[in-house]
């Protein structure tokens, strides 16, 4: 009886063993995305930006890995259930980049090539003066009374439609 005690006993000492190194291996792969995520915002050069999010990608899926291999207990498991689960995940993966790509293609194609659509993000809107004090107000109303004639007047133009 005292056999299969100690058994267990070594059995829980190397699983949490196992559980310290993984929780180490995420904690430094946390801090590096951390700092390389603050180093990052100094930057200036662009391809630079993208290298480092790059690798912060990469680190994230591998912390995604350790995750899903020892706390989810995917790495212990049989070969064609890690397949039933991993594949339909690749899958989902695939489709949201395929569908972000395509509506990214959309939106550029369109400012591009379609002159009287431009995405309401893009048009720079100019500031207006604020006025303040009654005098100035008094002195405004006639000016927005002038402008609203103007307005009522003139006919805006159709597009044309090609």
């Known amino acids: 009886m005292s056999h299969s005690h100690t058994d267990q006993e070594a059995h829980n000492a190397e699983a949490m063993a196992e559980i310290k190194k993984v929780t180490i291996i995420l904690s430094v792969f946390t801090i590096i995305e951390l700092i390389l995520g603050f180093w990052m915002i100094s930057m200036t050069s662009v391809s630079l930006k993208l290298a480092i999010k790059g690798t912060i990608v ?10 899903v291999a020892y706390f989810m207990h995917l790495k212990h498991e049989v070969k064609n259930l890690i397949m039933t689960i991993v594949v339909p995940l690749l899958l989902f993966v695939w489709f949201i980049s395929a569908f972000l790509w395509d509506g990214s293609s959309f939106r550029n194609l369109r400012n591009n090539y379609d002159p009287h659509f431009k995405e309401q993000a893009t048009i720079k809107v100019e500031q207006k003066e604020e006025e303040h004090g009654a005098a100035k107000h008094e002195g405004s109303e006639a000016k927005h009374e002038g402008a609203e004639s103007k307005h009522e007047t003139a006919k805006p133009e159709p597009a044309p439609y090609y």
Do not use: E
Not at 58 to 67: Q, R, T
């Open 58 to 67: 990469i680190l994230m899926m591998a912390k995604a890995f350790y995750i």
